[in-house]
């Protein structure tokens, strides 16, 4: 029985790792102080101009990372609160 409940811990602990891994947020964008950032919303309008529907944005590190639908899949789009430029995507 030992033998099992460790395999098991073990199991958990190892799928809990692998799903940290497997977290696909860009988070390295500028190293520019947040008080210089452009706004959220100049990021979301960017994603809107190149036609996604946006639903939601937040920060994540030092990105914008915006979300929006596209001929009906999911995106996430990492901007970039410097420039605005477009760093990474990742379809869902």
């Known amino acids: 029985m030992k033998v099992i409940r460790v395999v098991a811990v073990a199991l958990t602990i190892g799928i809990g790792m692998g799903s940290a891994a497997l977290a696909d947020g860009f988070k390295d964008c500028t190293k520019l102080d ?6 959220a919303s100049d990021a979301e309008a960017k994603a809107k101009a190149l036609g996604y529907e946006v639903r939601r944005s937040k920060i994540e590190g030092s990105c914008y990372e915006v979300y929006g639908v596209k001929e009906g899949k999911l995106y996430e789009l990492f901007y970039s609160p410097e420039d605005l430029s477009l760093k990474h995507t990742i379809a869902k």
């Open 34 to 39: 947040k008080a210089s950032w452009k706004p």
